[in-house]
């Protein structure tokens, strides 16, 4: 008994406390997370109320459908996302998809339409060769395994590597993406719903092109699952 419960101790990946079997986060840490109470039906964008669209989603409907964030990017969402892409800190980024997956899991409960596959966003070539490993890729992986769904990662590719989108109007973003993606030769998406996979949705530009270029191809649906959703400049 004694053994059974110090083998499976385990200790909150955030605060070093003792967290439940099973768990890598304690109650305490888990429950002063971010969570995305308030957002547009349709982009996540955090709002006070739940059951909106935004402003930007009425005026310029999206061509995906839905983006499924569990939380805001405010701290220590933020930091636990940097420490996972760019200090490679791998179970922190398994520690968020496993709670991604988790909220997924609920939403198709609730009535989300299940996608087909999982497509990882993928990568600036340069940037992977700096980084060694697409986070995308990584959390598309992690949310398959737990929810059972596949990943096609090759489908979408980045055909032009494009300057950083960091600190960039939404304006400037979309401008910038113009021609930076493609679906692999003879990919069918034809009639498919996807959701595509990304750690952050900031402006919504990356998606927004990924998804216009997948119904163009025929996709029926594009849903986009990420991590963190940021709040509009200056909220
Ligand atoms: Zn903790
Ligand atoms: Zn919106």
Known sequence: ??????FNEQSCLLCDGPA???ASLCTGCESELPWLTGQCAVCALPLPTSGLVCGA???RPPAFERVEAPWRFAFPVDTLIHRFKHQARWPLGRLMAECQARHL???????LPVPQALLPVPLATRRLRQ???NQAGLLADWLSKA??????????RRVQDTPAQQGLDARARR???RGAFALAEGADVYGQHLALVDDVVTTGATAEALARLLRRAGAA????????RTPRPGD
Do not use: Q, S, T
């Open 105 to 111: 899991a609920h939403a198709f409960d609730e009535g």
């Open 131 to 133: 980084r060694g490993f």
């Open 221 to 228: 649906r594009v849903d986009v699952y990420c991590l963190a």
């Open 1 to 6: 008994m004694v053994y059974n419960w110090l």
């Open 175 to 177: 401008r910038n993406l």
């Open 20 to 22: 439940e079997v099973g």
């Open 147 to 156: 929810l059972g769904i596949p990943v096609r990662p090759g489908l979408l």
């Open 57 to 59: 989603c009425l005026k």
